[in-house]
């Protein structure tokens, strides 16, 4: 497994207990049976051609160096964490480690390659949110998100040399 040697070790963990959450036989492998099954537990029933599906171009045994490439290659695109940390700073004039929420929503709706507001707000759905303690311009408690912990959750699994 040399390609692991220049990826992000808690990200690798992270997918080695996602595999491990699939993986519901025990048995090294990611089967069919075991993706019907995983589905089950989530109370949705997939029908055979979903699941052959799911397996069509997938490098078969399904083991854990196999689903490691499967998702390194799917993630290819993603910018390593300093390259986020580096974009996100451009907000954080006072080099908080936290910026305007609104603000950040506002800016990827209206410049560049614009989000909807919907996907914007979608793509904050999981991000750290804190409030305050400087207020908006209604009068509420500023939202304000930690870029730092969100770059880290939606960068690639490629080494950093931010600590």
């Given at each position: 497994m040399d390609f692991l040697k220049d990826l992000n070790q808690p990200k690798v963990y992270e997918l080695k207990k996602a595999f491990c959450l699939f993986d519901l036989d025990g048995d090294g492998v990611i089967s069919e049976q075991d993706l019907r099954n995983t589905f089950l537990t989530l109370g949705v029933d997939k029908s055979d051609f979903d699941i052959d599906q799911m397996f069509d171009g997938v490098v078969q045994p399904l083991n854990l160096d196999v689903f490691l490439l499967l998702i390194l290659q799917r993630a290819n695109g993603l910018a390593p964490q300093d390259v986020m940390l580096s974009a996100f700073r451009m907000w954080d004039k006072a080099n908080v480690g936290y910026i305007d929420k609104e603000r950040f929503i506002n800016d990827i709706t209206?410049?560049?390659?614009?989000?909807?507001?919907?996907?914007?707000?979608?793509?904050?759905?999981?991000?750290?949110?804190?409030?305050?303690?400087?207020?908006?311009?209604?009068?509420?408690?500023m939202e304000k998100l930690d870029y730092m912990d969100f770059a880290e959750s939606i960068s690639g699994f490629q080494k950093t040399d931010h600590k």
């Open positions: 209206t410049f560049g390659d614009r989000f909807t507001l919907g996907e914007a707000r979608e793509a904050l759905e999981d991000a750290v949110i804190s409030r305050g303690p400087q207020l908006n311009a209604d009068g509420q408690l």
